[in-house]
């Protein structure tokens, strides 16, 4: 079973690493045990540190939440907080290791170095960490193939999202690696390519740069000019956002209709108390690209207070009380809300 396994798992990883030689260096010595998770001080959130896995150029934190007793080819989910955040407050806030425990998945978090960034933002504007296999970026690849092995997750229903500069990082995750994505939701981020350098990226925050769709989209053809795979995005923003604007949830729209060549104004709208909702289909009538234009919200993640897998327990910054849960919606989207047998 591991051996198969690994063999699925292996697109998860460079084509010129092997897995005994970059991201499970213990399979080269059978004295040598698998890296353990650490588990943090008691406290509210259910995450624990793992280290050693991977080479890690990014210099990034890995933590991880695996049901105990989860069974093999359950999902895994990827979240990427946002500046000012890390793992432990970003998961009080939106609920997704409560949520991965009454559901049955897998978490895993990328967590920014203060070293690497004081405000400990993602380095989303960075080319050097935002090309595939290298830097930030490949840090992130590892933590999911690591977490992937250990709990022998299915490698066809693995999920990505983030908020802000963890948004902009998810993006470009789905931009360099979109074969190993099932879906992806970004909160208040920025489309892949919309900044190089500190002083654009700023820029790019008050307004998206002015690129037609095909511009846009031609920025993602580039680093994946073959996608074997479509993952379902989603993207979410707030009108009244102020740190990073609206424009760049447009922009993402644009980005990933146009890859996936959907017409423009071939898309369902709904709308709900305080949310507009547009979807655009592929031919099958399965939703692509959606976007969720939340009326009078601000910077952050769209939570609602309670208790249980999902929603917020305790009040964190850029967690923003919108009277709906954007986890469970994201869950319910990707198909992981139906309570799982032990």
């Not at 978490?107 to 080319?127: D, G, I, K, L």
């Not at 999920?159 to 970004?186: R, V």
């Not at 993402?252 to 709208?269: C, G, I, K, N, T």
Request: hydrophobic residues 40%; positive net charge; contains cysteine.
């Amino acid at each position: 079973m591991r051996d198969r396994f690994k063999r699925s798992v292996e697109r998860l990883l460079p084509t010129e690493a092997r897995l005994g030689d970059l991201f499970w260096p213990f399979h080269r010595n059978p004295e040598r045990k698998a890296p353990t998770a650490r588990r943090r001080p008691a406290g509210a959130s259910r995450l624990a540190e793992v280290a050693g896995f991977g080479s890690n150029p990014g210099c990034l934190l890995m933590f991880e939440h695996i049901p105990e007793d989860l069974p093999a080819g359950r999902p895994l989910v990827l979240v990427l907080h946002g500046c000012r955040q890390d793992a432990e407050s970003y998961d009080r806030g939106a609920g997704w290791a409560s949520l991965a425990e009454e559901r049955g998945f897998s978490v895993v978090y990328a967590q920014q170095r203060e070293a690497n960034n004081p405000r400990r933002c993602f380095t989303w504007f960075r080319p050097s960490e935002v090309t595939r296999d290298r830097g930030e970026l490949m840090s992130i690849r590892q933590m999911v193939a690591h977490t992937a092995e250990r709990a022998a997750s299915d490698p066809e229903r693995v999920f990505i999202t983030g908020l802000s500069a963890g948004g902009a990082m998810t993006a470009a995750m789905l931009a360099n690696y979109p074969e190993l994505f099932a879906g992806g939701a970004i909160i208040a981020g920025l489309p892949f390519g919309a900044a190089r350098d500190a002083t654009r990226a700023f820029d790019a925050m008050g307004e998206a740069p002015e690129k037609s769709p095909r511009e846009w989209s031609e920025l993602v053809r580039t680093v994946s000019p073959r996608i074997s795979r479509k993952p379902a995005i989603s993207i979410w923003h707030g009108t009244a956002d102020e740190t990073v604007a609206l424009s760049n949830g447009l922009a993402l729209v644009e980005q990933w209709r146009d890859l996936y060549r959907l017409p423009q104004e071939a898309f369902v709208e709904k709308r709900m108390k305080g949310r507009r909702t547009r979807i655009w289909p592929d031919r099958e009538g399965k939703p692509l690209v959606t976007f969720h234009e939340i009326d009078g919200m601000g910077h952050g993640t769209p939570v609602e207070r309670g208790e249980g897998g999902g929603y917020a327990a305790t009040v964190e910054p850029f967690m923003l009380e919108a009277g709906f849960s954007s986890t469970l919606e994201i869950a319910r989207t990707w198909g992981l809300t139906r309570r799982w047998k032990r």
